[in-house]
Nanobody, 116 residues
Framework: QVQLVESGGGLVQAGGSLKLSCTTS????????AAWYRQNPGKQRELVAQ???????SYVNSVKGRFTISRNNAKNTIYLEMIRLQPEDTAIYYC??????????WGQGTQVTVSS
């Protein structure tokens, strides 16, 4: 079985920071593309950040310069470091690992709430 479990979410004031972790089992993170998505009630799930097996990263424009995606292959863990958080960042954040279209795995999500 493959499992992804997010942690590190919580309540933070605007301008604060959080680091999310996605611990995985049943996969080798180094050969998977990893990504973080977020979703607010009534809105479509949004791709926030992605890192390829080669280490290339990409971000949605609204978080560029504030969020950093990374991974620790030895720990099979994916991270999202978030700084200068804004109320608009409030959402449930989901971790995803994929190899092409045949192997796509999601975590259960962790809530991030940013107060103004």
């Amino acid at each position: 079985q493959v499992q992804l479990v997010e942690s590190g979410g919580g309540l933070v004031q605007a301008g604060g920071s959080l680091k999310l972790s996605c611990t995985t089992s049943g996969i080798t993170v180094s050969i998977y593309t990893a990504a973080w998505y977020r979703q607010n009630p009534g809105k479509q799930r949004e791709l926030v950040a992605q890192i390829t097996t080669g280490g290339a990263t990409s971000y949605v424009n609204s978080v560029k310069g504030r969020f950093t995606i990374s991974r620790n292959n030895a720990k099979n863990t994916i991270y999202l470091e978030m700084i200068r958080l804004q109320p608009e960042d409030t959402a449930i954040y989901y971790c995803r690992a994929s190899r092409g279209t045949a192997r796509v795995y999601w975590g259960q999500g962790t809530q991030v709430t940013v107060s103004s």
